[in-house]
């Protein structure tokens, strides 16, 4: 079966680091996406890996390992319009893309 | 366009009855994605489309759901007799090419409620 689980829900604090995790078992493994979303609107889109290891973009960190089925986002110095659902999702085969549920990022002050 | 258009953006229908929802992808984009999205709930990959094409209609949720692309431009998702299951946010994306490492963009939504 497909699966990717990520938690439900998280809470940080304004300036601290959050690392967001996401786990994977799906049939095929292309790549993997993060993407944003902020309550009401649509997903935008924040990384993708496909190698092993560790990709950094101003403020925001993804990490990969193909052998474990293991993803995080790392989001650093934490300001509050970061408070968003963020998705993990997985390209399983050519041009099928499986989301996870989403983990609802809150920051608090 | 700018970006992925959908519309309505709202809808609001009664059970039994037949909806259309349309998405104008971004010019140019030769892959276009319809997934549902739940309240507090992940994306369901619905349907995409290369071109006028959709190789994988794996995702639609019953024979109640068609989808259809013309002039590998505008998409329309129908869905027949309307449950108030269907009731959700149906979201359309884009992406340049059919290779899985495009970008997929995505447009605003149409927030299905069915009563």
């Known amino acids: 079966g497909q699966n990717i689980d990520q938690p439900t829900e998280m809470t940080a604090t304004e300036g601290a680091i959050v690392q967001i995790n996401c786990t994977y078992q799906?049939?095929?493994?292309?790549?993997l996406f993060w993407y944003q979303q902020h309550a009401g609107e649509a997903p935008t889109f924040l990384s993708y890996?496909?190698?092993?290891g560790l990709e950094e973009k101003g403020r925001f960190s993804s990490f990969l390992s193909r052998s474990k089925g293991y993803s995080y986002l790392l989001l650093k110095e934490l300001q509050m319009k970061d408070s968003a659902s963020y998705l993990c999702?997985?390209?399983?085969?050519?041009?099928?893309?499986?989301f996870g549920s989403g983990t609802r990022l809150s920051i608090r002050p | 366009g700018a970006g992925v258009s959908q519309s309505p953006s709202n809808k609001v229908t009664e059970k039994g009855k037949d909806v259309e929802l349309r998405c104008d992808p971004i010019?140019?984009?030769?892959?276009l994605y319809w997934y549902r999205q739940s309240l507090g709930q992940g994306l369901e990959f619905l349907i995409y489309?290369?071109?006028?094409?959709?190789?994988?209609k794996s995702g639609l949720p019953s024979d109640r759901f068609s989808a259809e692309r013309t002039g590998g431009s505008v998409s329309t998702l129908t869905i027949q007799r309307t449950q108030q299951e269907d009731s959700a946010v149906y979201l359309c994306?884009?992406?340049?090419?059919?290779?899985?490492?495009?970008?997929?963009?995505f447009g605003a939504g149409t927030r299905l409620s069915v009563l």
């Open positions: 799906t049939s095929g493994f292309n790549g």
């Open positions: 999702a997985v390209l399983s085969s050519a041009s099928k893309i499986i």
């Open positions: 994306a884009s992406s340049p090419s059919m290779a899985g490492e495009d970008i997929q963009y």
């Open positions: 010019s140019g984009h030769t892959a």
């Open positions: 890996n496909v190698l092993d």
């Open positions: 489309f290369q071109g006028n094409s959709a190789p994988d």
